[in-house]
């Protein structure tokens, strides 16, 4: 055997490699660079707020997905990298050539702290269209839970039950259940201040917090909307929250943060 020409052969192959690499590569950043690209964007017309939050897109597959998506100090700063195609910026959103500027949203938070604790627990996921479909007393999901009423609110940090779609509201995988039972476990001496407590319990499988069924409470009202609808503006704005601790405070805008960021994914998927 010539093991000269066999060198050479291999070093031949290997500069040919290189060289469709770094075409391919040329070509990619070339096509972000492009007339048409700005003008895609021009199109568009959209004004980025210099606010933090994330960057995300949608990659999808026949049965799941997952969310794509860089947190930021600063979402107009980071779609101009974006648009001037930082290759760090396309190969966390698994930007390809072919991809349109609008499939690349936004969310915003009140700060960065808050936007990484939403993309911990949603960025870079995989989750499945029909989560409801897949679960098992095995393998229980990865949703949160809810039972409400006038009085009474239950989280389970698991599926539960056979009629969940039917009976509960699904949270979505809005926080981590172990951090979710050190913080809940001293809901009962922060919720107390803001109203009479009638019934509270947390263990690893669910809270349960409810007041006297004849009871009207607007603070109770502003639990389950930071809960339901991921809006936690008025119950930081009620008088006696600042007499909770900071930390609880954060958890449950951590909470509200990440639900109203996946109920936005929801919205984009009707489901």
């Known amino acids: 055997m010539d093991f000269n020409n066999l060198a050479f052969e291999d070093l031949a192959d290997a500069t040919i490699d290189l060289n469709s690499y770094l075409l391919s590569m040329e070509n990619k950043t070339d096509y972000f660079k492009s007339d048409s690209f700005v003008l895609q964007k021009n199109e568009q017309a959209v004004v980025y707020p210099s606010s933090p939050g994330f960057i995300y897109k949608l990659e999808k597959w026949a049965n799941t997905f997952c969310i794509r998506g860089i947190a930021t100090t600063d979402i107009a700063k980071t779609f101009n990298d974006y648009h001037q195609a930082d290759q760090w910026v396309l190969d966390r959103l698994k930007i390809e050539p072919q991809d349109q500027v609008s499939e690349v949203k936004y969310f915003?938070?009140?700060?960065?702290?808050?936007?990484?604790?939403?993309?911990?627990?949603?960025?870079?996921?995989?989750?499945?269209?029909?989560?409801?479909?897949?679960?098992?007393?095995?393998?229980?999901?990865?949703?949160?839970?809810?039972?409400?009423?006038?009085?009474?609110?239950?989280?389970?940090?698991?599926?539960?039950?056979?009629?969940?779609?039917?009976?509960?509201?699904?949270?979505?995988?809005?926080?981590?259940?172990?951090?979710?039972?050190?913080?809940?476990?001293?809901?009962?001496?922060?919720?107390?201040?803001?109203?009479?407590?009638?019934?509270?319990?947390?263990?690893d499988q669910s809270i349960c917090l409810g007041i006297n069924k004849d009871s009207k409470s607007y603070e109770f009202e502003c639990v389950k909307q930071l809960l339901v609808e991921g809006d936690y503006l008025p119950f930081c704005k009620l008088e006696k929250v600042v007499y909770f601790s900071f930390d609880f405070v954060y958890f449950l805008k951590g909470l509200a943060v990440t639900r109203k960021f996946w109920r936005e994914i929801n919205n984009s998927f009707l489901m």
């Not at 995988?173 to 009962?188: C, H, N, Q, V």
């Open 108 to 203: 915003e938070c009140e700060n960065f702290n808050l936007a990484q604790t939403a993309a911990k627990q949603l960025i870079n996921r995989r989750f499945p269209y029909c989560e409801d479909l897949l679960c098992n007393i095995s393998d229980p999901g990865y949703s949160w839970w809810m039972s409400l009423s006038d009085c009474r609110i239950q989280i389970y940090f698991n599926s539960h039950g056979i009629n969940r779609t039917r009976d509960l509201i699904k949270l979505g995988p809005i926080g981590d259940t172990f951090l979710a039972k050190e913080y809940f476990s001293s809901g009962y001496y922060h919720f107390s201040k803001l109203f009479p407590v009638d019934e509270f319990s947390c263990d």
